[in-house]
């Protein structure tokens, strides 16, 4: 059984979040990961939007307005054709 479980660093201790769903005497691995700060997370977004702007994706197909994408009546239905209902 393995758990995740937020801890906070301090005073030369681990103090968690949550007790532990353990009996006592259980022998734990403890893998100490040190979560991102904000900044990281914020460093990490730019970065993928530099990558999405550097390597374009387009399918090449028909660009549809936006009442074309959201409109559902207006092209003909084959008669074999399921219509959902709204």
């Not at 353990?22 to 734990?28: E, K």
């Not at 307005?65 to 959902?84: A, F, G, V, Y």
Request: glycine residues 4%.
């Amino acid at each position: 059984m393995s758990q995740i479980i937020n801890a906070t660093y301090a005073d030369g201790m681990l103090k968690r979040d949550v007790e532990p769903d353990l009996p006592p005497g259980a022998r734990v691995r403890l893998i100490v990961q040190a979560l991102e700060h904000p900044s990281d997370s914020r460093r990490v977004i730019d970065e993928f939007d530099q990558l999405c702007a550097d390597w374009p994706v387009d399918s090449g197909g028909e660009r549809l307005t936006r009442d074309q994408s959201h409109e559902r009546r207006l092209h003909k239905c084959p008669t074999e054709c399921i219509t959902l209902p709204t």
